[in-house]
Nanobody, 115 residues
């Protein structure tokens, strides 16, 4: 059974930084891509960033230049470095792992940007 364990969410002031981690455990066949989504209260879940097995990255326009996604293949872990955080980045951040025939979600980690 594949599990995704997220960590790193916290309360941070505007302009601050956080790094989220998502570790995938279990028997994991070929990974298509892995990434981060977020959901703010009253809003739909949206893509933040993802990275493919080949290393190609994709970012939401709202986070380009501020967030960086990276991956440690040996540890099956994906990271999201978030800089210059804004109050509108406040949300629950979810990790999503896409395999050949299925996908998995993490449990979510809360990021709150507030002074």
């Amino acid at each position: 059974q594949v599990q995704l364990v997220e960590s790193g969410g916290a309360l941070v002031q505007p302009g601050g930084s956080l790094r989220l981690s998502c570790a995938a455990t279990g028997r994991i066949p070929s990974i298509i891509r892995i990434g981060w989504y977020r959901q703010a209260p009253g809003k739909q879940r949206e893509l933040v960033a993802n990275i493919t097995s080949g290393g190609s990255t994709n970012y939401a326009d709202s986070v380009k230049g501020r967030f960086t996604i990276s991956r440690d293949n040996a540890k099956n872990t994906v990271y999201l470095q978030m800089n210059s955080l804004k109050p509108e980045d406040t949300a629950v951040y979810y990790c999503k792992l896409v395999l050949l025939y299925t996908y998995y979600w993490g449990q979510g980690t809360q990021v709150t940007v507030s002074s």
